[in-house]
Structures are given as C-alpha cells and as structure tokens.
C-alpha cells in the first residue's frame, strides 16, 4: 500500500539541527533520504541526509542509539550499501523512519547523537546508493513520447501501443554513475544525413534526459508477478537520474531493438534516496488520460494507484558552461517539469515489468524516462528542447547550445511542495562532460 502521512510528516516537527529547519533546504526533518557515504580513507556507510549534515547510521548504533530496532533492521543499517534495508519492506523501513525522526527531532525522547557523528556533507565522499544488478529505463511521458514522435511521424507521433503498454527497455547496471562522476564523451557509429555509409568517432550529439528513478524494495521470485496492488509495497524510493544520450548514435543503431550504446556509457544517480514514506504527502492521481484514451487494462488498474499513485516531483534541469564558469554565471534553468505529467505511475510501471513473471531485486533501478510537461518550458532534454538541435539555446553569456559541449555541466534537482506541507528536495544530480 501506498504510505500515508503520519506524526513525521507534522509540519510543527522540527530537527535540534538548525540548518535542517531553514527555509528552502532539501533535507527537514520531514525527509530524512538515505545515502552512501565514505570518509577520506574509510569505508562505506550508510547515512541520513539532515540540513547540511549527514547522519552515519553504523556510527549512531555503535553509539548505543536505535537500539529498539529489530535486530535486522540494525544489522541492514549496518552494511555498506542499502540493497539489504531495500530488501526488508515497509514492515522494517516505516519504524526505521519513526525511529530516525526521533533521534533528529527537537523534542525526541533519547540522547542525542554527537556531533561527531553529523561530518559536514562537503566532507564525505558519496558513493552509489545500491548495488544496482538490473537496470530499466522506460519511456512514460506521453510529452516526451509525442515530441519525439512528432519530430519523425508529424502526423502520427504516438504509436498505436503507447496507450497500452508501458514502454521501457533493458539498460545497463555497469554503467549507473554517481553525481559528481565525470561522463566521458562516447564514441559511436553514426550516418549523417546524405552520408553514403556510416562513420565512427566522438558522439556531436550528446544529450541529457531529466528522469525519475526508483530503486526496487523486497522484489518477487521468478514466475511470479506483482499484482498492481502490491507493487507500491515494492517501491523503496526515488533518486534523480539522467540518462545520458548520443543521439547520432540512437537514430543509427535504434531500430529495430531498441537504444543499446547510445545510451549506455553513463547515467548518473542523485546520492540520496528520498523514500516512498517521506513522499507520502505529495502524492496524487498522475495527469487525467485525454477524451478517448483507453482505461489501463486489470493488471494495471488499482483504485489507489489511481487516486495515489503519481509523485509530485518538481525536476529542474540546469547548464553550466566552461565559459559560464569563467564569466561567473550561474547554473542557467533549461526546464522545469513534472512527475505527475508521467501516463503511468511508478506502481503500473513496476507491475508490467514483473508481469511476465520478471523477477526483480532489492536495489533494481527504474527509470521513468524522460520528464517533459505540456509546455515548451517542460521539455525534459536537449533533442525536445531544441527540436533535433533545429533551435538552438540561448545561454547567459550569448552561447548557444543545439548539445552538450565538452566542459558542460548539467544539474538536476528535484522537490517536492505542497500548502500544509514541509518541503522537501532530491539534492541534486551533477555530471559534467569530458573528452
Ligand atoms: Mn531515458
């Protein structure tokens, strides 16, 4: 089920660190992300995001703190990636949650933790969230979906199984990088326009795409799916995710099965996992289907999903050029969109993918494609944004861009609003682009 707001989503709930109470910051009390962490020289940790600060769990219990827990709850806190908390389910992760907020709120009923405990974010390397085995990307804006129809079928842009099936394809794990990792500029095959044959060398069509990730919970056993009704439960949490794209590369290669190396020499994950239990207050129905669009088939139609089944994700999508940096510009908004103008939720795209029996495991990454919105101001990559590179971006500064240039940095970030509610923010998702 899908979790429902509780005493840790309380507005009036404040964290005895103040940078976490400040306006504006990703990280309140109300959020509490998990990530991975590692000292200078030391080991893998899992942490909490707070403030500007982040709490090392292994440390916190060595401390004699979340004491109460089960003892596997303690010992997932313990590891050095999350895939074993992802693997225990609500059951473990929503007294986890009550637990952590306890330990950070003002007016908590235990000690403390030191100070020591909290090393300032800009102090710790941040590592992948997750040993990622399996990695699917889907392609679940009907905006985006239509853009790019319409670039090659202007009179048809959508194909006739878009309304039925959630699209997506399988990509590769190797590859998930974590923000801040530079992405080196990809060598392909590619046929230009009028070309007699193809040619191989250094992608000139390198693109973003602005996405939502999700990392799988418990997972099912092969051979036996997910009823729609229980993928929520499947869900852990939501990262920021951009998937890199050669476009030259892709319009070659693509047909007839799909992206394959023009779309996998990186992606990049935000550091934090902001949980299906810290989004509760924002969620709601995705975008209604047009007049005439058809109703989800049985296997994809759950009356929750259907009222509580979009997340509320504002994504922003900026750019910073070498010469932005030199001329002191900061980072230029190209987009701004949202989660719930996805045509399927997180739940039906998880539900589709076990349905043929799939199995799926703790740590899995989804992907939700691209995110544009109706509007020309939503377009959630490059190739939408600049019609195939046929309108170039003005940038602060007087460069232009049609793609991403070597030096260029794209951030993502992503938040969550809504009136009654604490915000609460993604952080962010940096990659910048290399030779
Ligand atoms: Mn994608």
């Given at each position: 089920m899908i979790p429902r707001p509780d005493q840790t989503h309380d507005p009036a709930r404040r964290a005895w660190l103040d940078t976490a109470n400040a306006?504006?910051?990703?990280?309140?009390?109300q959020n509490l992300p998990f990530g991975v962490m590692a000292r200078v020289g030391g080991e893998a940790r899992v942490a909490v995001a707070i403030g500007d600060r982040a709490l090392d769990l292994r440390a916190a219990i060595d401390d004699?703190?979340?004491?109460?827990?089960p003892d596997e709850t303690v010992r997932a806190c313990r590891a050095p990636r999350l895939n074993p908390l992802m693997s225990l389910g609500h059951a473990a992760w929503l007294p986890l949650r009550h637990a952590l907020s306890d330990l950070l709120?003002?007016?908590?009923p235990g000690p403390r933790p030191a100070?020591?405990?909290?090393?300032?974010?800009?102090e710790v390397q941040w590592l992948l969230p997750a040993e990622i085995g399996d990695y699917t990307d889907f392609y679940a804006s009907v905006h985006h979906a239509t853009n790019v129809g319409r670039m090659f079928?202007?009179?048809?842009?959508?194909?006739?199984?878009y309304k039925w099936v959630p699209i997506g394809y399988h990509g590769r794990a190797s590859s998930v990088v974590v923000s801040g990792t530079p992405v080196r500029r990809p060598l392909g095959q590619v046929k230009d326009d009028g070309a007699e044959v193809p040619s191989f060398g250094p992608t000139r069509r390198l693109d973003y795409e602005v996405e939502l990730g999700c990392y799988v919970g418990p997972g099912n056993p092969l051979g036996t799916p997910v009823p729609i009704g229980e993928a929520?439960?499947?869900?852990?949490g939501f990262c920021l995710l951009n998937d890199w794209s050669a476009r030259d590369v892709q319009a070659w290669e693509?047909?007839?099965?799909?992206?394959?190396?023009a779309k996998n020499f990186a992606s990049t994950v935000s550091p934090w996992v902001v949980t299906s239990a810290a989004l509760a207050p924002f969620r709601g129905p995705v975008a209604a289907r047009a007049a005439g669009d058809p109703a989800p088939l049985p296997y994809l139609s759950d009356p929750e999903d259907a009222t509580a089944g979009g997340v509320g994700v504002e994504l922003e999508v900026f750019l910073q050029t070498e010469a932005m940096r030199a001329g002191g510009y900061p980072p230029y908004r190209l987009s701004r969109s949202d989660?719930?103008?996805?045509?399927?939720t997180p739940a039906q795209l998880l539900a589709h993918h076990a349905s043929n029996g799939c199995n799926l495991r703790p740590g899995d990454l989804l992907g939700s494609g691209t995110v544009s919105g109706?509007?020309?101001?939503?377009?959630?990559c490059l190739l939408e944004l600049t019609w195939r590179g046929s309108r170039p971006v003005t940038l602060p500064g007087g460069e232009t861009r049609r793609f991403l240039e070597d030096g260029d940095e794209v951030i993502l970030r992503g938040s969550c609003r809504r009136a009654g509610s604490v915000s609460i923010g993604f952080g962010e998702c940096r990659g910048r682009i290399v030779p």
């Open positions: 306006d504006g910051t990703d990280f309140p009390v004699g703190h979340l004491a109460g827990l709120r003002v007016d908590g100070p020591a405990l909290l090393p300032k974010q800009a079928r202007p009179d048809n842009p959508l194909l006739p199984n929520a439960d499947q869900l852990f693509y047909q007839p099965l799909g992206p394959f190396l989660a719930l103008d996805l045509y399927w109706p509007g020309d101001q939503a377009r959630g």
